[in-house]
């Protein structure tokens, strides 16, 4: 069944309380008994008293899994991510592209300005990573996903050589850089989903694990998370 219906016959059952409460104000009132209104409106009242939270809670856990937290992982902790470490909710999705074999990960570029200093690392993050199917693991798609890591690291070094050639310390022009970078990251990540289909097209995931591979080692010098903008150069 469609996960959107689903969600609106769960609203429609816990609101039926209300419905049936307003045909019985409705019906009163043309009677001229306006008792059973005041009754309608605590029924309202109570019942988003209880849905308010409930909805912000939901909201929250299908961010981010606080049920089963993990604190973000820094790329030197790559080689230790396992489809174990996928603890985030998926509530909704239920297949992509017909097929229940897939999995989700979120990575970001999480930078600090400081003086002279610019901290700036790539982060991947467990409790809002997912695996739809956990009777589906396999080793294409955990290394499918573990390449959208090592995208989001590549570009994160590339940010840091940018901010390494700067001769002044000017933090508009290092924030655009940052943004800038961000940008290109999200473009490269759903380029790297569409030309590989999310790891099915075997050619073109062997393409950009080379690729990436590639320029990740050219940009070896710039693993350490922080960049200092020396003036005097």
């Known amino acids: 069944m469609n996960e959107h219906l689903i969600a609106i016959?769960?609203?429609?059952?816990?609101?039926?309380?209300?419905?049936?409460?307003?045909?019985?104000v409705i019906k009163e009132r043309n009677r001229g008994n306006r008792l059973p209104f005041k009754k309608f409106m605590k029924i309202v009242k109570y019942s988003f008293m209880v849905l308010i939270p409930c909805?912000?809670?939901?909201?929250?856990?299908?961010?981010t899994?606080?049920?089963?937290?993990?604190?973000?992982?820094?790329?030197?902790?790559?080689?230790q991510i396992t489809?174990?470490?996928?603890?985030?909710?998926?509530?909704?999705?239920?297949?992509?592209?017909?097929?229940?074999?897939f999995a989700y990960v979120n990575t970001t570029i999480e930078s600090e300005i400081d003086d002279n200093t610019v901290t700036i690392q790539s982060l991947f993050h467990p409790s809002r990573?997912?695996?739809?199917?956990?009777q589906t693991y396999s080793k294409e798609l955990l290394s499918h996903e573990k390449?959208?890591?090592?995208?989001?690291?590549?570009?994160?070094?590339?940010?840091?050589?940018?901010?390494s050639n700067l001769n002044t310390f000017n933090e508009n022009k290092i924030e655009g850089i940052i943004d800038n970078t961000r940008k290109e990251e999200r473009e490269y990540q759903k380029e790297y989903d569409y030309n590989t289909f999310h790891s099915y097209v075997l050619s073109e995931q062997k393409h950009y694990e080379k690729e990436?591979?590639?320029?990740?080692?050219?940009?070896?010098?710039?693993?350490?998370?922080?960049?200092?903008?020396?003036?005097n150069n």
């Open 9 to 24: 016959i769960i609203l429609l059952l816990y609101f039926s309380p209300i419905f049936y409460q307003l045909v019985i």
């Open 55 to 63: 909805l912000i809670g939901f909201g929250i856990i299908s961010h």
């Open 65 to 79: 899994n606080y049920l089963n937290y993990e604190k973000p992982m820094t790329f030197d902790k790559y080689d």
């Open 83 to 101: 489809f174990e470490n996928f603890r985030g909710l998926e509530f909704f999705k239920k297949s992509l592209y017909g097929n229940e074999r």
């Open 129 to 134: 990573s997912f695996v739809y199917n956990k």
């Open 147 to 163: 390449y959208h890591i090592k995208i989001t690291e590549l570009f994160t070094r590339k940010a840091k050589e940018k901010l």
């Open 212 to 231: 990436v591979d590639s320029l990740l080692n050219n940009l070896t010098k710039f693993k350490n998370s922080k960049i200092i903008i020396d003036e």
